[in-house]
């Protein structure tokens, strides 16, 4: 026998479900130029860009130690803190970037203007 309550959760459920991937499908029609933006670079830099474990690493190391402090006086202190702790942490990061030396030729001919040989 159905219970009327769980029969009511489940259909609730499948909504909100519904809902959300409606919303979901909604956004990626709205936002499709840009998304599709990722696959107008080589394969090199996409490989890189997909692979995100330094990037996330790098961000989760920067908000772990953000979180610690409560207050910064201004904007330069705390663009201080974040470099000198930058600093810090790029001396424990000694693995290379799997896939760099072939993906930098690349960066330098997309962003010229922004890469420094």
């Known amino acids: 026998m159905i219970n009327l309550d769980d029969a009511e959760y489940a259909k609730e459920e499948f909504r909100e479900t519904w809902v959300k991937k409606t919303q979901i499908l909604k956004s990626r029609d709205r936002n499709w130029a840009e998304l599709t933006t990722f696959f107008q670079y080589p394969e090199d830099i996409r490989n890189l860009i997909y692979t995100t474990n330094a990037v996330e690493s790098y961000h989760r190391a920067v908000c772990k130690f953000t979180k610690s402090k ?13 470099y000198m702790y930058i600093s810090e942490i790029a001396k424990k990061w000694t693995m290379p970037v799997h896939g760099w030396g072939l993906a930098y030729p ?3 001919i997309w962003f010229e203007d922004r890469i420094v040989a």
């Open 70 to 82: 409560m207050i910064f006086p201004t904007d330069d202190s705390i663009r201080k803190v974040i």
């Open 106 to 108: 690349q960066f330098a």
